[in-house]
């Protein structure tokens, strides 16, 4: 009777949240940071691979904050995000990466920018990107034109799209990982998206007239 009441998820411990395990990992329960960087694994590659653009070295940089963010993990503030915090520091390692004599294999930061932050960018086409039909973003191919055209981006547009579109993190946060301004990080994220919007327009209305018989000389009545 006792092993039928008893099932496999009445042995399960809950799971704690994040802060309950920062806490532990603090009082030296260190078995536990498996659990707390796990979620974090694929948005620490992203965003070293975001300045690096080299599998192997965004690689390198993710183990290394993995490691750093376990050394110091004491140093986390009560007010900071863990993951803001954590992307904080795979962006330095990176860029710190990059600056060791391996600067010439990669993008300027400035590459590609002729204006100030306090300047304007005109896109010369916009798509509305709510009349993309949901099936079409399944694709594989397109998938790699949307990655191929943000890793087009000049770098510092490309981060804070990352950020704040892909990570999610907020204004706030994500000024703090860059270390510029809210103001300054909106701007960029302004220009980030719509010089994608550009990138990617040609590509939407091309599939919008495939998709359409008429317009290859198809009668669809």
Same mark, same amino acid.
């Given at each position: 009777?006792?092993?039928?009441?008893?099932?496999?998820?009445?042995?399960?411990?809950?799971?704690?949240?994040?802060?309950?395990?920062?806490?532990?990992?603090?009082?030296?329960?260190?078995?536990?940071?498996?659990?707390?960087?796990?979620?974090?694994?694929?948005?620490?590659?992203?965003?070293?691979?975001?300045?690096?653009?080299?599998?192997?070295?965004?690689?390198?940089?993710?183990?290394?904050?993995?490691?750093?963010?376990?050394?110091?993990?004491?140093?986390?503030?009560?007010?900071?995000?863990?993951?803001?915090?954590?992307?904080?520091?795979?962006?330095?390692?990176?860029?710190? %990466?990059?600056?060791?004599?391996?600067?010439?294999?990669?993008?300027?930061?400035?590459?590609?920018?002729?204006?100030?932050?306090?300047?304007?960018?005109?896109?010369?086409?916009?798509?509305?990107?709510?009349?993309?039909?949901?099936?079409?973003?399944?694709?594989?191919?397109?998938?790699?034109?949307?990655?191929?055209?943000?890793?087009?981006?000049?770098?510092?547009?490309?981060?804070?799209?990352?950020?704040?579109?892909?990570?999610?993190?907020?204004?706030?946060?994500?000024?703090?990982?860059?270390?510029?301004?809210?103001?300054?990080?909106?701007?960029?994220?302004?220009?980030?998206?719509?010089?994608? %919007?550009?990138?990617?327009?040609?590509?939407?209305?091309?599939?919008?007239?495939?998709?359409?018989?008429?317009?290859?000389?198809?009668?669809?009545?």
């Amino acid at each position: 009777m006792v092993g039928t009441s008893l099932g496999t998820g009445a042995l399960q411990e809950p799971k704690m949240d994040e802060p309950t395990l920062i806490e532990c990992i603090r009082a030296g329960d260190t078995s536990l940071f498996l659990d707390l960087i796990r979620p974090y694994e694929r948005s620490i590659y992203l965003i070293a691979y975001s300045v690096l653009k080299n599998e192997a070295d965004a690689e390198d940089t993710a183990q290394e904050t993995v490691l750093k963010a376990f050394q110091h993990l004491d140093q986390l503030r009560s007010n900071t995000s863990f993951k803001s915090w954590l992307l904080h520091i795979a962006m330095n390692e990176a860029r710190m %990466r990059r600056r060791k004599g391996r600067a010439h294999l990669y993008e300027s930061l400035d590459e590609g920018i002729q204006q100030s932050e306090e300047g304007e960018i005109m896109p010369r086409q916009l798509a509305d990107w709510r009349e993309i039909p949901s099936e079409a973003l399944e694709r594989k191919e397109l998938r790699q034109q949307l990655s191929a055209a943000l890793y087009s981006l000049p770098e510092n547009y490309r981060e804070i799209f990352l950020l704040r579109d892909e990570q999610h993190l907020s204004e706030k946060e994500a000024a703090e990982v860059l270390g510029i301004s809210v103001s300054a990080a909106k701007i960029r994220l302004h220009r980030a998206r719509l010089q994608l %919007r550009e990138k990617l327009t040609p590509i939407f209305k091309k599939r919008w007239r495939d998709r359409l018989p008429f317009l290859k000389g198809e009668k669809p009545w």
